[in-house]
């Protein structure tokens, strides 16, 4: 992931936009080391990023844990030393305790549905906190898993609300030869809610179906259709840790959630001692 300039100010100055009036008034002017501390099992995540900030506030990285690493509870994941701990303190600690939740949900949903279906992928939608994307898409990553939609720039899905402006179904299904033509490097994943649906996808020839609030017992009869006709299918609607189990013996592609930005977990201590 990549993280400008312009990311790591506004993380600091978010935090600090003048100076720590704590700070000044107790007059402290002596460097310190600076240690974060997961305080619960996790996976490791935007170490990158908090070493970029460390860096920007000249400060020397003595220690950084290697991101997507699951590690034990008591576990060290980053420590640093010079003037400024203070100021990465608070700033680097939301964003640990944030972004390792949503990469420890997003591990755990992995590790439970590829015990049924080891080519599944969980893919995170566009529903993401504002301004949290950078963070989130890449917390989701080192938890394994990616992001389905970044933008509605790199990817065709084709929801009602397309189609209501579009002219109806009639019209689409009419002109899909057309559409798929236009689209040469792109696949169109449609969005589908029940089995007659699915059959129709199936009968044009779409690329991938997106089921939304499909049951599990037609998830299943859609994904063996499909599948006959080298179609992919992704679930998506309501998805979580309690039912990806389910979903993933379904033998669907995918599932698209949205579960692991708001996830919570991570717990991070902080050790600040003199140097």
Known sequence: MYFTQ?????????????????QELLEIKTPGKIEFISRKESVVSCNELVEKLAERLNLRV????KDGKKIDSGH?????????????????????EYAMSVASYTNQMKEKAKKYNPYIEILTTRKIIPYTKKIAIKAVMDGGGFPHRVTTTETILVFDNYINLYGGWDKFFKEFPKLKHKAVEKKWVVECKDFA??????????????LDKVSVETTALIVEMAHENN????SAGGIN????????????DGVVTT????????????RITPL
């Open 231 to 234: 179609i992919k299918v992704l």
């Open 259 to 270: 579960a692991p930005y708001f996830a919570k977990g991570a717990d991070i201590k902080v």
């Open 62 to 65: 003595i220690f950084k844990e």
């Open 241 to 252: 840790i309690e039912n990806i189990e389910d979903y993933a013996k379904t033998g669907v």
């Open 6 to 22: 312009e990311d790591i100010d506004k993380l600091i100055t978010e935090d600090m936009p003048l100076f720590d009036l704590t």
């Open 197 to 210: 649906m699915a059959k129709k996808l199936v009968e044009i020839g779409v690329d991938v179906i997106q």
């Open 76 to 96: 060290k994941i980053f420590e640093a030393e010079g003037e400024n701990v203070l100021i990465l303190w608070k700033v680097a600690q939301n964003i640990y």
